[in-house]
């Protein structure tokens, strides 16, 4: 931008010739952001669109890798879009108004639906009808590398959430299933409870987070997640397992979902594998609700009753665990209070 007010042109040259370079090093080939963040995405598409419209109205040809890079961000922004419009709240994410994140795929000249998934950013979307479920099937984003002598200030993890293989879950424009959000702006142990494995609708072992959090990023991490999807006669199946705990506790979590061809019904099933002996110990795993679900637990610990704003209903149900409504907070904007439906195993 500099460059094109002050028409330096050899700047502007050199500018150019090192786009492709950064692009190809800040975006995955499927269009997602190396973040693997939903606001970074935002982010990245806004600045695609304001480098294309400054070498536009300098008279000078963008790079074609500008182009390609656009026509695959914006198609990604999608996958993480609820039908309401905002963004799941993933790794830092909090809400955007649903105007802005319009304006930027106007610009960007995206049309069209979104993707089922992003191979290697590694989210997916299960859609049936009104139904709308977002998963985090990828490991978190790289972390800082050395370079030569030096080494880039920062990583791409330095917002990054312990939350593999956690989901968001959506019913018509009404958010249902949802993470915590983030405050990247807080003190250090506030922003970290939201970066936390607790504070994600996913399973969480002994009270230890899946990936270590530290201020500068994170620390020992999932280091790979694999992924199964099928889809037949308008039903989804969505098998995914992450090798986070492995290390400490010698086991891998694997998380399976179902969506019905009709959306009415989506059935999970959390199971750590063992890989060598061990004595697994308890876990939980967190549904985290939208503040303006009201939930209601039925007596015998083994079901949740769930009203939606709009005025559906839907039952949650768990066999194997303690089924308990706790409280939980939401911080896409504003801190507000909400409930958790949390299964003790």
Known sequence: ??????????????????????????????????????????????DLIEIRNLLHGAGVEAPPALATALDRAAPALRLLRHADGGLALFNGTREEAAALIDLALTQGQS???????????GFHRLAASRTLVICDCGPPPPGRRDIGPGSLPRGADRFAHAGTLAFEMSVGRDRLIVNCGAVPAAEGEWR?????????????????????????????????????????????????????????????HRRRLYLSESGDDLRGEDVLEPEREANIPAFTLRFHLHPGVTATAVQDEAGVLLRLPGGAGWRLRAKGARVAVEESVYLAGEPRRSQQVALHV
Do not use: I
């Open 1 to 46: 931008a500099a460059a094109v007010a002050l028409e330096e042109e050899t700047w502007l040259a050199r500018c150019v010739r090192f786009l492709p370079t950064e692009l190809e090093r800040q975006f995955h080939p499927d269009g997602g952001h190396v973040e693997r963040s939903p606001a970074a995405q935002l982010a990245a598409l806004q």
């Open 111 to 121: 049309r069209g639906r979104a993707p089922a998934h992003l191979p290697e950013t």
């Open 192 to 252: 970290d409870a939201t970066r936390a494995t607790a504070a994600h609708s996913t399973l969480v072992l002994a009270d230890t987070n899946s990936s270590e959090l530290k201020p500068e990023g994170l620390g020992r991490r999932v280091e790979a997640v694999e992924t199964d999807r099928q889809e037949a006669n308008g039903a989804q199946w969505l098998d995914a397992g992450h090798d986070g705990y492995l290390r400490a506790f010698g086991v891998r």
